[in-house]
């Protein structure tokens, strides 16, 4: 468990890919309120930004992610109620946990017609988005570093938000991207290794910037995202 | 599994109203509900590129309660979220015909974009495609897929027309020749026997959707190109002609 | 992940935990006979974990100086934990009494002299009808620092509770050590609230945007309440650098980042008057 499947790596970019259908493209990740709020200003700060998130939000989606697609795995869809509990305990922003929750019921709902599975409909009304990630990837043969690894590439959202909401260069954004290829990889590890510990254990990294700006966020007069 | 009725009887009727930005989409919208919402149960969609400021506006002409009357946020991205991905779009849709059920008509307003934007043929079921007389009598001749293809194509704010040196007659009929004959209507909310015509539209439109006799039409993607202004004639390629319904002109992209 | 309390296996912990130093110090309250006024039960203190009956210190949410509570003051007999030492405290809210908690100074967290992890953990239970008032002193992570910091609520699901952390990234002048925590709230079993925070040398990103940024000082205050089970007051992000959210569950977190422990602890104050009386200081 945990590596690849070599016969699974299509499926894997499926999910991981940000055409996919689910709603992804209104959402910066975080990085606009971080730009409004003047604290991301310049690549430095981007990637610190980006690095940042992928190790406190990132992580936890990972571990959740990773965990809903062990249990989703051993048709154990009884656990996830449990699950979708800690993580909610594990966001104080309100704000934060209905993006979280928006995104998840988009993706039950576009993997609910791209691939129809029971466990997509099982998942209730607006499910926490690690948790159906986990879920879609094991729906696709997929295991728990997959899973973990397909949340934290799609948490980097903000990568592509700084096109439209800074003076960027694209390739020096991609170069970030490239740079943090291997921590993301050692990320989606750690997850993997969690996937079936209690939850009460799984990882729980805060990012309390990120939290007071997406209050702020939600409430400001113009935006270009969502979140 | 996901709340996807199938029957027309328990559906609305999802109507987009596409076109570039400061056409009318947002009036045109609230003329039908103004005019329609004692006759249909109605529901408003509006997609922003900012914030909800049309969804705002609405409200507060207080064209519909307020409830019912939603904002899509669309990360300033409103063509992808009317066409390449229409999940938050669609889910907005199903929530409200659920929460309000039954619902006749379920408007969609596409955040102002181009001439390219039209919608998914997944999200709505017929679209209404608005040009404005301000934006230049030429635009209805430079076509496009939303001008050539929507269902019905609105002209609007044509009292303007002698103000911005637009001969609105000229301007329907490149439009109708666009369209190879599909209904074009010339709308200003000053004159009220056009606002009629558009209500008429909108019912007969109901009325064939509710028959099962609407299939909904892709007016297509964008364009692959479009030939020179100096026939008079533009279209775009890559259309098949299909089948006919109660306007006797639609296209099909199957 | 980094929640053992055992002390650190490696080579060079093992050979720092020949002086180090461990206690395991504990209080309890209880309702006194007369049915409403609260009282200590057991007070263990051990070794640095000092712990006296106190009198009313400063403002305090909820209790109010009221004199029927039961008073709790935990000193440091000496300084640190520096690294390798590890730490216990055990509180005991007993049904329908009230406990207050007070610090007599903040917590600095040292080096010990190999670079060891130093831990504090905290396990704290509050029963039926109990109320905690945690009204802790800053902690502040000295340069190389290296400590793992672990707090545990056990809530009965009438208990109320507020509790008050601040942390901050090293003395004056200098950097941080290597710092992590974990707060977790249960209620009648089931998980309120639950983060961790980590910042130092070793933390890829805390000084971020999305995390510290270049905060010298972040806290937070949590209080739960069983009224807020209907009725959870309302989001309010009243300062950039400041919010008060509602959790899933009855409770709010107050959470600011400030440049220094003045202006958090400032913030933290503000947070508190938007849930009004008798949270309000």
Known sequence: MGQVDLGRQAALLLLADGRLPAGGYAHSGGLEPAVIAGRVRNMADL??????????????????????????????????????????ARIPSPELRKVSRDLGRQLQRA???????????????????????????????????????????????????????????????HAILARAT????????????????????????SAPLADIAAEHHRRADARLFAS | MHDHPSHNETRALRLGVAGPVGTGKSSV????????????????????????????????????????????????CPHTAIRDDVTMNLIAVEDMERDFAPLDIVLVESGGDNLTATFSPALVDAQIFVLDVAGGGDV??????????????????????????????????????????GPVLA????????????????????????????????PGPMAPHHHGEGDGHTHSHGHSHGHSHSHGYTHSHD | MRDSLLPDPSPRGLARAIGAMFAHASVSSELAANGHSSQIGNLRSDGPLVLRKSNPKGPEPLTHRDPGVARVMLAAGTAGPLGGDGYRFDVHVGAGSTMVLTEASALLLLPGISGARSRFAINITVEAGATLVWWAEPIIAAQHCNHHHEVRISLAPSARMILREEMILGRHGETPGDFTSRLRITRDGAPLYDQQLEFGPKAAGFDGAAVLGAARATGSVIAVDPAWQDAPPQAQPYHPQAVLTPLAGPGVAIAAVAPDSLELRNLLTQGLQYLGPPWAI
Not at chain 1, 139 to 167: S, T
Not at chain 1, 188 to 204: F, I, K, M, Q
Not at chain 2, 60 to 70: H, W, Y
Request: include cysteine.
């Open chain 1, 47 to 88: 990637e610190a930004f980006l690095t940042g998130r992928a190790q406190t939000a990132g992580l936890v989606a990972a571990a959740f992610a990773a965990a809903a697609c062990a249990r989703a795995s051993r048709d154990d869809l009884a656990a996830l109620p449990e699950l979708e509990a800690e993580f909610d």
């Open chain 1, 111 to 173: 993997m609910g017609s791209i691939h129809p599975h029971r466990y997509f409909s099982a998942l209730g009304r607006a499910p926490h988005q690690p948790l159906v990630m986990g879920v879609a990837a094991s729906v696709l043969g997929l295991g728990p570093q997959d899973a973990a690894l397909a949340i934290l590439h799609d948490n980097n959202a903000g990568a592509a938000a700084a096109a439209k909401l800074m003076r960027v260069d694209p390739f020096e954004v």
């Open chain 1, 182 to 205: 291997g921590p993301l990889d050692d990320l989606a590890r750690r997850a993997a290794e969690t996937a079936d510990a209690d939850p009460a254990d799984l990882p729980a990294p």
């Open chain 2, 29 to 76: 919208i609230a003329a039908i509900c103004r005019q329609l919402r004692d006759e249909f149960a109605l529901g408003v969609i509006t997609n922003d590129i900012y914030t909800d400021e049309d969804a705002r506006f609405l409200k507060s002409a207080g064209v519909l309660p307020a409830e019912r009357i939603r904002a899509v946020e669309t990360g300033s």
């Open chain 2, 140 to 181: 209805a001749r430079k076509g496009g897929p939303g001008i050539s293809g929507a269902d019905l194509l609105v002209i609007n704010k044509i009292d303007l027309g002698e103000h911005v040196d637009v001969d609105v007659d000229r301007m329907v009929a490149d439009a109708t020749s666009a369209r190879k004959g």
């Open chain 2, 187 to 218: 709308l200003s909310r000053k004159r009220p026997e056009t606002v009629e015509q558009l209500c008429a539209w909108v019912r007969e439109m109901h009325k064939t959707y509710a028959a099962g006799g609407h299939i909904p039409v892709d």
